[in-house]
């Protein structure tokens, strides 16, 4: 079993920057795909950006040039970095990571971007 546990949200103000951590279990970590989604109030679920076990990165166009997706296989850790925070960015952020076996989700962690 794979587990997921993301870290580094908090409250902003709109303009700023946050870091956001998923620190993966297992041994394989560096064959999954690893992404980031994320979850307004009242809102669906919606993908954010993802990293391939190549190291190749999509965002949504939402983020784009704003947010920055990187992963650290030694550390069996991805990173989302946060820039230029709107109010908008605020939701649950959730980890996933993809693999042969399946999906894995993390439990999330909150990120309130607000004055």
């Known amino acids: 079993q794979v587990q997921l546990v993301e870290s580094g949200g908090g409250l902003v103000q709109p303009g700023g920057s946050l870091r956001l951590s998923c620190a993966a279990s297992g041994r394989v970590f560096s064959m999954y795909a690893m992404g980031w989604y994320r979850q307004a109030p009242g809102k669906q679920r919606e993908w954010v950006a993802d990293v391939t076990s190549g190291g190749s990165t999509n965002y949504a166009d939402s983020v784009k040039g704003r947010f920055t997706i990187s992963r650290d296989n030694a550390k069996n850790t991805v990173y989302l970095q946060m820039n230029s925070l709107k109010h908008e960015d605020t939701a649950v952020y959730y980890c996933?990571?993809?693999?042969?076996?399946?999906?894995?989700w993390g439990q999330g962690t909150q990120v309130t971007v607000s004055s």
């Open positions: 996933k990571g993809t693999y042969f076996t399946g999906s894995y």
